[in-house]
């Protein structure tokens, strides 16, 4: 066996909380906008 142990992958990105525009609740994204719900296609627009 080697003698040291295989690299840990990274950890996956875990995006800082926005509140949304539309509803004010919170949510993780790269950049402030509208949360699932009130954005185009949620089932709340």
């Known amino acids: 066996p080697p003698p040291f142990a ?6 996956p990105v875990r995006h800082p909380f926005q509140n949304c ?11 402030p906008g509208r949360c699932r719900d009130c954005s185009p296609g949620g089932r709340l627009a």
Do not use: H, T
């Open 6 to 11: 295989p690299p840990v992958p990274a950890p």
């Open 21 to 31: 525009d539309g509803c004010n609740r919170a949510f993780r994204a790269p950049e």
